[in-house]
């Protein structure tokens, strides 16, 4: 199976700061890559796909990159409503795997 | 507006078996496949199978081959998870999410998840 590797596992910024997540992959999986967010006691939701496509309705503070095996997930600026934990998913093998989370909490 | 709704929460003995049920309604349920993911207490998400809603294809997690079955009533816009011979470590919220598309695996809508305790 593909295994994702997120890092930092946490992190603390505060609003307004620039924040940067990956997620590199065990083996390259082109751009099957999607990004949710998941706040407690919340099913995720659907942040990016396709490495780098913004799902409509997310800020465009949001993006994504990368490609193989090295994708990230940026912030541009961090909103209160933005603290939360963050997952990737590929999508190009089953069986379908999720990175371990990166928690994002106020500094 | 797409909604996925599941069932309550459950509690089981080790050893049962449990169902939990995800009534979809905004869309053409037929046409778009549905994935079940569970996350245990305090940890991360974990892909468990898909079932295709319009043939009935499945493909399970090997890590839970022989103890869980998908299934879909399409006349009542609902899918099916059962999980068999439960541990405790099966505790977990579950997930159902619908797939974007055939080729797409990965999850625009999501049920508001079921809480299932595994518990002597």
């Known amino acids: 199976a593909i295994q994702l590797t997120q890092s930092p596992s946490s992190l603390s910024a505060s609003v307004g700061d620039r924040v940067t997540i990956t997620c590199r992959a065990s083996q390259g999986i082109s751009t099957a890559l999607a990004w949710y967010q998941q706040k407690p006691g919340k099913a995720p939701n659907l942040l990016i796909y396709d490495a780098s496509t913004l799902e409509s309705g997310v800020p465009s503070r949001f993006s994504g990159s990368g490609s193989g095996t090295d994708f990230t997930l940026t912030i541009s600026s961090l909103q209160p409503e933005d603290f939360a934990t963050y997952y990737c998913q590929q999508f190009n093998y089953y069986p379908l795997t999720f990175g371990g989370g990166t928690k994002v909490e106020i500094k | 507006q797409v909604q996925l709704v599941q069932s309550g929460a459950e509690v089981k003995k080790p050893g049962a078996s449990v169902k939990v049920s995800c009534k979809a309604s905004g869309y053409t349920f037929t046409t778009y496949a549905i994935s079940w993911v569970r996350q245990a207490p305090g940890q991360g998400l974990e892909w468990m199978g898909w079932i295709s809603t319009y043939h009935g294809d499945t493909n399970y997690a090997q890590k839970l081959q022989g103890r869980i079955t998908l299934t879909t009533d399409t006349s009542a816009s609902t899918a099916y998870m059962e999980l068999r011979s439960l541990r405790s470590d099966d505790t977990a919220v579950y997930y159902c999410?619908?797939?974007?598309?055939?080729?797409?695996?990965?999850?625009?809508?999501w049920g508001q998840g079921t809480l299932v305790t595994v518990s002597s």
């Open positions: 999410a619908k797939v974007v598309s055939g080729s797409y695996e990965f999850f625009d809508y």
